[in-house]
């Protein structure tokens, strides 16, 4: 089986990458060769049992589609994105690269022909959904993005649903949750906060929390976006129909219920070094996202996340500090 | 206030510019000039008390929007599409004219900048929804559009959200209902014996009946459409809020009760007319359509439709035969 996976050097794609690279196969079948590109070339995962084939390229750009798809993988998962942040700062960009760079995608799949309908994986996001919700968002609510992001996103899925409905490829497109904890330095995202005020702590760091305790949002481990990704891609899609967009499983859980968890793993100290510094900016962009979700028709296919908080600080300690807690 | 039209040829777009020749205002502004463009010339309206610049162009060629957007329009209703059978047998035209020049007008009206940022009034289409249903579709239920052409529109939707919240125009989309009953001649689009069971018999001629009398669907007349494009044209958009593509309001009505209004208005010699041969491939396509909705925002925003079918057919006898039943 050849998969090609682009966006292969973010944080989700290696940890993906990694994991495949133990298993040696993907929903089922044997890897035989992994095409992995990015816009910085990403590193062949440590003792994989496959050949793998590294390059850096611009998904937006003319013909680097048509390249990636000439050699016909069985999988594609496409994980390449501008984030919310620079989507909304950079207009023209965050549509070149999710909108247009899907689009060609897309169009070079088709062009192919010959019978050819890979397995498609496209991560997609919560941000396709804007307040006001209901209490907890279900399989049929609507969406209405506050971001160009979440626009973008949910453009994608809408063309996923009508190439695969006209069969030009076999799509999947699954909504991450925010990925808590995200290993790695500190970044500008404003969802970023939700990860360092454990991760800092965890490594004996000070962490500023810039919204108050009982502001409620819908988080899973790097662990269960991995675990997204392996599902999706050997999926039995005729149980989908033409309803191809998933909001996956995660935990609704509370900022004041993150830092009790912290404290109950890892002691008063770890929750001494959280420091609350309100940010206007960062409290008014959190107000517009999603709370909580019924993600019914997800958990019937088998998608599954942590059901407790404990559960993702303590994967976190084992896959990022060795199992020891810093400071 | 200069009004650019694009789609003025079709049959809503005609009837449309008739009637803002009647009155000689849009949103409650006096028109000094309307700019009206479609594939083929169109007409300009006999007795407009306004100067009217008609000419033909392709949208979705290079540079059309840049052209058709230079004189900086203060409102443009865009009501170009190719129609729901066509954008599924030719799926690249489809795409070219309904989301490319859609996408070529969005970003021509953003490229003017320098505080340009008019109205813009977008037809969208009941098409975005895709079975299975709720007995009456709400507000906030998903779309997951079951051909290219409710894919194309629903992007649409999604495009013009996100640039009028970006500040780039001031955007109104609106879901037409399928209008009935549509003058001329019988077409063939899948929704065609919506109107052809009312307009053949009205003019003394058979019509055919492909599928059974409890087919329920989602109806308004063209001085309906012609309404939602004025009251959207001149709505207070600050009650929108970020959610900009609205239902429109219409009638949930079964083709036997069209059939008894028909025997209302015409009596049962215009019933007689009506043959009934069920085609196996429309009773699978209109399977798929929605039935019922509850268009709560619209209404709450003045939107009106017809209250009973016996209006909607004394209407076209009123406009299109003189107020006479013909045969």
Known sequence: MHLLVIGAAGMVGRKFIEKLATTGALGGKAIAKATLTDVVAPSAPAGAPFACACSANDLSAPGVAE??????PDTIVHLAAIVSGEAEADFEKGYRINLDGTQRLFEAIRAVGDGYRPRLVFTSS?????????????????HTPLT?????????????ADYSRRGFFDGVAIRLPTIVVRPGKPNKAASGFFSGILR???AGQEAILPVADDVRHWVASPRAAVHFLEHAAGLDTDGLGARRNLTMPGLSVTVGEMIA??????????????????????VKIVAGWPRNFDPERALSLGFKAEPDMDTIIRAHIEDEL????GG
């Open 200 to 202: 800092e702590p965890l």
């Open 322 to 325: 060795g199992g020891k807690i």
């Open 67 to 72: 390249t990636l798809v000439a050699g016909r």
């Open 148 to 160: 160009s992001y979440g626009t973008q996103k949910a453009i994608g899925e809408l063309l996923l």
């Open 261 to 282: 968890a912290l404290g109950r793993v890892a002691g008063p100290k770890a929750v001494s070094l959280i420091r609350r510094e309100p940010d206007p900016v960062i």
């Open 126 to 142: 919560i941000a396709v959904f804007g307040a006001p919700f209901p209490d907890k968002i279900g399989d049929t609510f609507f």
